[in-house]
């Protein structure tokens, strides 16, 4: 190709008018030509062949040129590292320059060259600056550690660079201390365990200290670091804050953050309602809507923030709506995320409001943004109930509006409210049905396929509706598939004598013609229940469904902590943990709230603390499974005499399974042991009897802790209970003593005590407790786990003789690891915790610098239990060895111990 | 940290690029030219993920600087380096346009060197860097050694934004309060939201070391002092503040060179201010706006291809103060296919590349009141997407602080050198302008 060619051709010949320029003898003319060097290395073009001569200029008492040199050296020194040997001279000799302004640009840069063999040239000059007596120099050097652990990390470490870091945060010089912490901090993340920063209170008390007098960058260098740090009180905790709340005032919007940073993590470990705790609760929100006034860019970083600000604590901003109302002129990142938050602090006070410019939105221009806004209408009619008629008829007028987007997003949403208020708005059918024709997107088709179905027996021409959509079965999506069949079930199960012809047709285009594996085995499955058994098919397909949770989009529990801790970083923008989109050691580290001591009585989970995770935590049950939800009743396994609900199914996942938070309503504490309380007999399976309770163990005595809350319209008497035969013959002790009638809405706590002198018969899972309650309407039944740990009998201490021989006695194949996983705790308040459950510490030895205890329990029905906890310094991860002679009587007792340890030790 | 910064033109050909990080490659620089800048779609993030790199961006005019990272770094951090970047770029060459950017380049790489190492942003005020980052080259070798060490202590010193010796044969300064007020008003006249957002912009041109105290009618400190039942405050109603009457802010934040931590145990602003401009502090209030116009307006739709859009506007303050710059802008839909205007006072035209009736008026009095009529021909539309009737909005000068905010005093204390508060001349000035001033029709 001649033209390229030619090009290449300019090119060498250019390169060689450079060669000559940068030998020329003038010194003006050889700082043009690096200056053309430079621009041509900018724009990408190869101009590493000039080297040697580059490097031949460096040689100056021209600062400027001298810095020209030294840009090129860091580009190219890696490609040309034996050439590259040619400046370490160079640099050497800079480090004892007499200006510090030289000696510093020297160090800055001769850190950037990332070539082995020169590294080890750089040390003694290194050495030398980072005692330098300017503070410049200095605290360029602080960062030029950080360069050098970056290359060679192993080498920084046997220089005892390290140490010389740590003692610049005593400097007298605040940037210095600044740029030392920030080193110091980058280099800790990739030693997690190495408590680097050494923090402690005299180290946090000089970095407070020139807090206040280093630039905005050194401040949010102290401030992130200070994030990291775990007071060891609520005192010293209190004291921090008092000194970081001035940052909140400070013109750089990341210092602010970072000092949001910082109080979010310590409001943790202050007691709550004090005067202290609410005046800075009172004190954040406003910085928090400075930052909005800011540019989109840190408006968008702070409205990431707020999100999950508000989701941890949404007191703080709950009066503050109006700030995040959409202008017409933010950018679209800008508005799409003020509608998020817009929808998270709708509430009965404010909803008038925020539906009006929920409205306004649904006729912008953006279809992101005005898809969400419709959204957001439903959602305000899911979460504020006063509202949902008003919303409904928004949705109505939007639905008029006939724009097609507008239309499919609110049949999507208008569905959701179906689901929350059933009996209610199916009035307006008819208006949906109008639309069907105009819906081509695969969500808002299926929850029309929903409707339809689900109100079959309201809509005369139900059967048309839905052989409309049967005509293309295999073109539409899997999600509009399953909906159709579900739906056609139903519509046959309420209309049996026309549709006849139709439910034949779903089930061979789901069977046999589809090769699609969940939509075949659903097929089969509604075949079978068909023809087998009309009635339970009806009771199964057309079952109550759950109530649709209030909130949705919420942040998982432990991820919201973790990012809390990430305040202001791209964590917190992107709302994933680092690991997630950060390579190698860097922020694998995963970061916790921290935790209150001594606060057992606050009866609070610490973790999760903010009044609103306590108060009314939602249910989340996730809408889209509702489907699915249909089916889940046929996985009972074999119908035995005892009718089981749903509810068994849910408590056994609960345990074994990580999703515990999302299913908790309550916390209770018993010891320091939690268990949770779990509602056992929703209303809608009991006629509106509610039971939720829980089980524990106090003073040798098992109970079985309950709450009765009659949801009916008519009251309720002659309670009784018992329980089905089972694994640890646990019976009640005394009949359920509820000696007055249970009124409509009113609730009855009972402490049932309990023994294990019944009949045994061994259950799966083991702990598994089948219950009859029976009153003046009905008998009910329900099934639940009984937490292992209340089966810990008070004297599971064995003797250590005995431990040990029966350690040994047991064979190697009755022996199960597993490992706990961050679990941040010393051995001596592990073994305090497991004793608080009867798990008793028998030996504890520490071998190798690792701790190892040795523990015992026992069950109520005499199984021994054996345990070996190896427990390493600065690793979180714990390995626990268990053994027990009756292993086959226990088989997946195991598991279930394994996770009673690690909910013990997970507070 | 930042691994890596580059500047693009509006073209997306590399103008700037400095990399700082080992595991920034050049294929980064690419990276974000493709996907962000060259991308179909309209940005909707300025952080953008590519393959596990991280970029931030801004743009001024065409020009786009992006930071670019592979770690979990502070991002509000990041983006507040790059509005200082562009903050020192503009003090040093003005605009940042290609042009500047092209004959500064070797300025620029000197100043991304100082200010950012190994991708930790250093101290970055103007004032200090000019003294020893000049364009005509570092001065260091005609520096005596005492001149070098206090350039290195300011550079790293307690006080970075200003330097030791400064002298003026006239102590001044000169205080700007400037307000924009914001306003969002629903067709029926009711507020939906209303703030200020105020700074407090000062030029200095005193000498030596000034220590200088700040007063203001804060409800906070004005509250304070009636219960202490202290009567002389210092320098009252010196700087022209009459009225009594305090406001409420609801924060305000302050230039590094205010001292912090005594504005939250006193609320009392005391610095020492750097020299020439400089913004002091930024707040924020929300109650009792002075709303310095009122607009109604009133649109019909006459059939399918005719609107009639009539607007009034009030203006409501003293009769005596004078507004200017008034503009009014009333949105037109797309298939406007003529516009017949009749206004009182001004001049009113329809701009159809702007999609809007652009009424100006030069200078208004308080409590007048004016009008404009417009008939506006449509073009008959398939389209099914409804107009989205954008709000009518405002643009305004006005001589006072919407906010109420009045300066009480403004003290400055030099004790080493000989002048003292009385012989400082002092200037404020008060501008109130729009912000977003928006109705909705």
């Known amino acids: 190709n001649m033209t390229s060619k030619y090009f290449k051709n300019q090119w060498n010949s250019e390169i060689f008018e450079l060669k000559a320029e940068l030998n020329n003898e003038k010194k003006e003319k050889r700082k043009e030509a690096v200056k053309k060097v430079i621009a041509a290395m900018t724009v990408g073009k190869d101009v590493s062949s000039l080297f040697p001569d580059v490097v031949n200029c460096m040689q100056t008492d021209n600062l400027e040129l001298k810095k020209l040199v030294y840009l090129y050296l860091m580009n190219y020194a890696k490609s040309q590292p034996d050439m590259a040997i040619m400046a370490v001279n160079s640099f050497v000799k800079d480090c004892e320059d007499p200006n510090p302004l030289i000696r510093a640009l020297a160090v800055r840069t001769m850190g950037c060259i990332r070539v082995d063999k020169i590294t080890e040239y750089l040390c003694e000059p290194l050495r030398k600056c980072l005692k330098d007596e300017d503070p410049y120099v200095r605290k360029t050097a602080a960062v030029c550690v950080a360069k050098l652990h970056d290359i060679n990390a192993q080498m920084v470490e046997d220089q005892g660079f390290l140490d010389s870091l740590r003692d610049l945060i005593a400097d007298s010089n605040p940037m210095v201390v600044a740029n030392a912490v920030a080193a110091l901090s980058e280099i800790s993340e990739s030693h997690p365990n190495s408590n680097l920063l050494d923090l402690n209170p005299q180290n946090i008390n000089k970095l407070l200290t020139a807090l206040n007098e280093c630039t905005e960058w050194g401040q949010i260098f102290i401030l992130d670091c200070l994030s990291n740090y775990n007071p060891k009180d609520e005192r010293e905790a209190q004291s921090i804050c008092e000194r970081v709340t001035p940052r909140l005032s400070h013109a750089n919007s990341a210092v602010v953050l970072s000092a949001v940073k910082v109080l979010m993590k310590f409001l943790e470990l202050l007691p709550k309602d004090t005067d202290y705790y609410n005046t800075l609760l009172k004190k954040l929100s406003p910085p928090l809507v400075?930052?909005?006034?800011?540019?989109?860019?840190?408006?968008?970083?702070?409205?990431?923030?707020?999100?999950?600000?508000?989701?941890?604590?949404?007191?703080?901003?709950?009066?503050?709506?109006?700030?995040?109302?959409?202008?017409?002129?933010?950018?679209?990142?800008?508005?799409?995320?003020?509608?998020?938050?817009?929808?998270?602090?709708?509430?009965?006070?404010?909803?008038?409001?925020?539906?009006?410019?929920?409205?306004?939105?649904?006729?912008?221009?953006?279809?992101?943004?005005?898809?969400?806004?419709?959204?957001?209408?439903?959602?305000?009619?899911?979460?504020?109930?006063?509202?949902?008629?008003?919303?409904?008829?928004?949705?109505?007028?939007?639905?008029?509006?006939?724009?097609?987007?507008?239309?499919?997003?609110?049949?999507?949403?208008?569905?959701?409210?179906?689901?929350?208020?059933?009996?209610?708005?199916?009035?307006?059918?008819?208006?949906?049905?109008?639309?069907?024709?105009?819906?081509?997107?695969?969500?808002?088709?299926?929850?029309?396929?929903?409707?339809?179905?689900?109100?079959?027996?309201?809509?005369?021409?139900?059967?048309?509706?839905?052989?409309?959509?049967?005509?293309?079965?295999?073109?539409?999506?899997?999600?509009?598939?399953?909906?159709?069949?579900?739906?056609?079930?139903?519509?046959?199960?309420?209309?049996?004598?026309?549709?006849?012809?139709?439910?034949?047709?779903?089930?061979?285009?789901?069977?046999?013609?589809?090769?699609?594996?969940?939509?075949?085995d659903r097929g089969y499955i509604y075949w079978r229940l068909l023809s087998t058994d009309p009635v339970t098919a009806k009771e199964v397909v057309l079952s109550e469904k759950p109530l649709i949770s209030e909130e949705t989009d919420l942040i998982e529990p432990t991820l919201l902590d973790e990012l809390i801790c990430h305040i202001g970083s791209l964590a917190s923008v992107y709302h994933k943990p680092p690991n997630a989109f950060v390579e190698g050691s860097h922020g694998i580290h995963r970061k916790h709230l921290p935790i209150q001591h001594g606060s057992i009585d606050t009866g609070e989970s610490p973790v999760s603390a903010g009044p609103a995770a306590s108060i009314d935590q939602p249910q989340v049950i996730p809408s889209q499974g509702d489907l699915l939800g249909d089916l889940l009743n046929l996985d009972l396994g074999p119908p035995v005499n005892v009718p089981q609900g749903s509810s068994m199914q849910i408590g056994a996942v609960d345990l074994l399974g990580g999703g515990l938070d999302s299913l908790v309503r309550r916390m209770y504490r018993e010891h320091s042991f939690l268990w949770f309380v779990k509602v056992w007999l929703p209303a809608v399976k009991a006629k509106g009897l509610e039971i939720s309770g829980t089980f524990s163990r106090r003073q040798g005595h098992m109970y079985m802790d309950m709450s009765f809350i009659n949801k009916a319209l008519q009251h309720m008497t002659d309670f009784a209970i018992q329980f089905n035969k089972n694994s640890f013959g646990v019976i009640p002790t005394t009949p359920l003593a509820m000696h007055t009638p249970l009124m409509p809405s009113q609730s009855i706590d009972i402490s049932l005590p309990l023994n294990t002198i019944g009949p045994v018969m061994k259950m799966d899972p083991l702990n598994n407790l089948q219950v009859a309650v029976k009153n003046n309407i009905d008998v009910f039944y329900f099934s639940t786990l009984i937490p292992l740990s209340v089966f810990f009998v008070e004297d599971g201490k064995m003797e250590r003789q005995v431990f040990l021989a029966t350690w040994k006695d047991i064979p190697n194949e009755n022996e199960l690891q597993y490992q706990i996983k961050e679990c941040h705790l010393n051995a001596d308040t592990v073994s305090g915790k497991l004793q608080n459950n009867n798990i008793y510490t028998i030996a504890k030895r520490n071998v190798e610098g690792q701790d190892m205890l040795y523990q015992s329990l026992k069950l109520t029905n005499g199984i021994w239990i054996l345990a070996e906890l190896r427990i390493q310094p600065g690793n979180p991860n714990y390995t626990v060895n268990a053994r027990s002679k009756e292993i086959d009587r226990l088989q997946n007792a195991f598991d279930i111990v394994q996770n009673i340890f690690k909910d013990i030790l997970h507070p | 940290m930042i691994g890596g910064l580059f500047i693009y033109n509006h073209k997306g050909e590399v103008l700037i690029s400095r990399v700082y990080r080992d595991d920034i490659g050049r294929n980064a620089v690419d990276a974000f030219r493709v996907n962000v800048i060259h991308a179909r779609q309209q940005v909707r993030s300025p952080v953008t993920n590519i393959a596990r790199t991280s970029f931030f961006h801004v743009k001024r005019s065409n020009i786009w600087l992006a930071a670019v990272t592979k770690q979990n770094v502070n991002a509000a951090m990041v983006f507040e380096f790059l509005y200082k970047m562009c903050d020192v770029m503009t003090a040093y060459f003005g605009k940042i346009s290609e042009e500047n950017i092209k004959n500064n380049f070797v300025l620029i790489y000197e100043l991304l060197d100082e200010i950012l190492d190994f991708g930790y942003p250093q101290n970055s005020e103007t004032g200090a860097l000019k003294t020893f980052i000049t364009q005509q080259g570092i001065k260091g070798q005609h520096q005596t050694k005492e001149e070098q060490s206090q350039i290195t202590s300011q550079v790293t010193g307690q006080i970075g934004w200003r330097r030791e010796g400064i002298k003026y044969r006239r102590n001044e300064l000169f205080l700007d309060v400037l307000e924009s007020v914001n306003l969002l008003m629903s067709p029926q006249g009711q507020v939906l939201s209303a703030h200020v957002s105020g700074r407090v912009v000062m030029k200095s041109y005193l000498s030596g070391m000034p220590e200088c105290k700040f007063g203001m009618n804060d409800k906070i400190v004005i509250d304070k002092q009636g219960k202490g039942g202290t009567t002389d405050e210092p320098g009252k109603s010196e700087l022209g503040g009459s009225g009594k009457q305090s406001i409420a802010i609801d924060d305000c934040t302050f230039h590094q060179c205010v001292r912090l931590s005594k504005f939250d145990s006193e609320r009392s602003i005391s610095f020492i201010p750097p020299d020439g401009e400089y913004e002091l502090m930024r707040y924020r209030t929300t109650k009792d706006i002075i709303l310095p116009f009122r607009v109604i307006p009133l649109v019909r739709e006459v059939g399918r291809t005719k609107l009639e859009v009539k607007v009034v506007i009030k203006s409501n303050f003293k009769p005596s103060l004078l507004a200017q710059k008034i503009e009014v802008r009333i949105p037109t839909p797309l298939n406007t296919s003529g516009v017949q205007v009749i206004c009182m006072k001004g001049k009113a035209k329809y701009k159809a590349s702007e999609n809007a009736i652009v009424w100006k008026i030069k200078r208004m009095a308080g409590m007048k009141e004016s009008q404009i009529s417009a008939e506006i021909e449509l073009l008959p539309t398939n389209d099914k997407k409804k107009w989205a009737r954008p709000p009518i909005s405002m643009n305004f000068e006005v001589p006072f602080a919407p906010s109420g905010l009045k300066v009480r005093y403004l003290k400055v204390f030099e004790s080493k050198l000989n002048y003292s508060d009385h012989d400082v001349i002092k200037w404020v000035r008060y501008i109130g302008r729009s912000g977003i001033y928006e109705t909705r029709c």
């Open chain 1, 290 to 520: 400075t930052l909005l006034s800011g540019e989109p860019e840190v408006q968008y970083v702070a409205l990431r923030n707020i999100n999950l600000i508000v989701q941890k604590r949404p007191e703080i901003l709950k009066q503050e709506i109006k700030v995040f109302f959409v202008k017409y002129n933010d950018p679209i990142y800008v508005k799409l995320e003020k509608l998020d938050i817009m929808i998270r602090l709708a509430s009965h006070a404010n909803i008038a409001q925020v539906l009006a410019e929920l409205k306004e939105y649904a006729t912008e221009v953006d279809v992101d943004f005005v898809r969400k806004a419709v959204r957001a209408i439903g959602r305000c009619a899911i979460k504020v109930e006063q509202s949902a008629e008003r919303c409904v008829s928004t949705l109505l007028d939007l639905i008029q509006t006939k724009v097609n987007y507008v239309v499919q997003e609110a049949i999507v949403v208008i569905r959701d409210i179906f689901r929350k208020y059933p009996n209610k708005y199916e009035s307006i059918i008819a208006t949906l049905c109008e639309n069907l024709d105009s819906l081509d997107e695969p969500d808002a088709r299926a929850a029309m396929i929903w409707i339809v179905g689900e109100y079959a027996e309201r809509i005369d021409n139900a059967d048309e509706l839905l052989e409309s959509f049967l005509e293309g079965f295999h073109d539409e999506s899997t999600q509009v598939q399953l909906t159709l069949l579900t739906a056609i079930v139903k519509l046959f199960l309420k209309k049996p004598s026309e549709t006849q012809e139709l439910v034949q047709q779903v089930l061979s285009l789901a069977t046999q013609d589809s090769d699609n594996p969940d939509l075949r």
